[in-house]
């Protein structure tokens, strides 16, 4: 006789009843919540990584591209070193209008004539180093306020080392270049507000790139170098940095990395104290004036912005070049570095002075007559504190 609660061998198996069968169905149940969460978790990576394509193609799309050629680039080059300089021996006649040509010599500065190795014994030679209201756009060459400055002093002979759109940097590696075979006997920079500014952008909005600047332990590290070729127009411009950061905000698992670890952050490529920087700048070029017998001074330069009185007027721009004007100034003391600050003579015009110094342009550059003040103000200046000045 058998027992009557096993089935015989061949028959099926009865399902359960109970308590017992409770088990089961609640593994099928949480078999069928892991297995929905997993296909929902599954179906949103999939989602996720679609809409971030989208996402990216807008964000590509949505970036500034190059800007049109500027002025400048019809007489510059690309330079791996500089970013860009003039291309030595170019003459364009009538560049800036009728009666405004520009010319670069042989050795890449603005002048009608040759330079380097052509030193007159008895002319006191004075290289100016700056920036587009140095090298002076908009003016014919015998116009800007270096040009004017020799043309006025029979004993002078300068050196126009102006380059559009440098920042501070740029114009200490390019001196840094010729200063061996400059034969001066003394350096100005007249430098801008803008100029530091720059120093913190490695690419300018008409495709030009720049090396960047930062001090490590007071040493000046030159980054972003080899400066990349010329963008062409029309080409997406990326910041440093801004893929990584569209990949943190928009993508999951960058997010999660970025929280957990730190990847995926954009390390500023810049030192972000740009005037300590600047300050240091000076401080090499004073040094390397001295060892060589070359007299060194600093000259700050107001622009159109920074002037009350003028229509683009800017009262950050002016306070920007006051705080300047006063740093500059005391660490110049500390260092035995005369300086200039041509702010007061300019500002301290009245209105209908003021505005004939300026040109009717984009940036408003020195006109004719802002480069004749400068070249006076200076000339006067260092002909009474510059030792050997004629």
């Known amino acids: 006789m058998r027992e009557t609660n096993r089935p015989a061998p061949g028959e099926p198996r009865q399902a359960p009843v109970g308590k017992d069968a409770a088990p089961g169905r609640l593994k099928l149940v949480l078999f069928g919540v892991v297995a929905t969460l997993v296909g929902l978790l599954l179906l949103e990576g999939m989602l996720s990584a ?8 807008a964000f590509r799309s949505s970036r500034p591209t190059i800007q049109g050629e500027r002025l400048e680039e019809r007489h510059s080059e690309h330079d791996e070193k500089l970013g860009w300089r003039h291309v030595p021996g170019k003459r364009i006649a009538d560049f800036y209008g009728p009666g405004a040509s520009i010319t670069i010599n042989d050795d890449g500065f603005r002048d009608t004539g040759p330079i380097l190795g052509r030193k ?19 003016v014919d060459d015998g116009l800007t306020f270096p040009a004017l400055m020799e043309a006025a002093n029979p004993g002078l002979e300068t050196v126009n080392m102006g380059q559009g759109g440098y920042s501070i940097g740029q114009c200490w590696l390019w001196y840094e270049q010729m200063s061996e075979r400059l034969e001066a006997d003394a350096l100005v920079f ?6 530091l500014r720059r120093m913190g952008e490695t690419l300018t909005e008409n495709g030009y790139s720049r090396p960047g600047f930062r001090l490590d332990d007071g040493r000046i590290v030159v980054t972003n170098q080899p400066v990349p070729p010329k963008l062409d127009r029309g080409a997406r411009v990326f910041a440093a940095g801004e893929w990584s950061r569209f ?3 928009h993508n999951a698992i960058s997010r999660t990395i970025s929280a957990m670890a730190g990847l995926f952050r954009s390390e500023p490529e810049q030192d972000p104290d740009l005037l300590a920087v600047t300050l240091a700048i000076f401080d090499a070029l004073h040094d390397d004036c001295r060892a060589k017998g070359r007299q060194f001074v600093l000259a700050l330069l107001p622009t159109f912005f920074e002037i009350r009185g003028t229509e683009g007027y800017d009262e950050e721009a002016e306070r920007l070049n006051r705080t300047l004007a006063a740093t500059v100034g005391t660490h110049a003391s500390r260092r035995g570095i005369p ?11 009245p209105p209908d002075r003021l505005r004939p110094l300026f040109l009717d ?6 006109s004719p007559q802002g480069n004749a003040l400068i070249a006076r103000t200076l000339d006067a200046w260092l002909g009474a504190g510059m030792r050997g000045y004629p």
């Open 50 to 57: 679609l809409w971030l394509v989208v996402d990216a193609r």
């Open 120 to 138: 007159s014994p008895d002319r006191f030679r004075l290289v100016v180093l700056g920036d587009s209201l140095t090298m002076g756009y908009g």
């Open 190 to 195: 007249a430098f801008i507000v803008d100029d």
């Open 247 to 249: 990949l943190a905000g």
């Open 339 to 349: 300086f200039l600050d041509l702010y007061p003579t300019i500002a301290s015009l």
């Open 361 to 366: 342009e984009t940036y408003h550059h020195y």
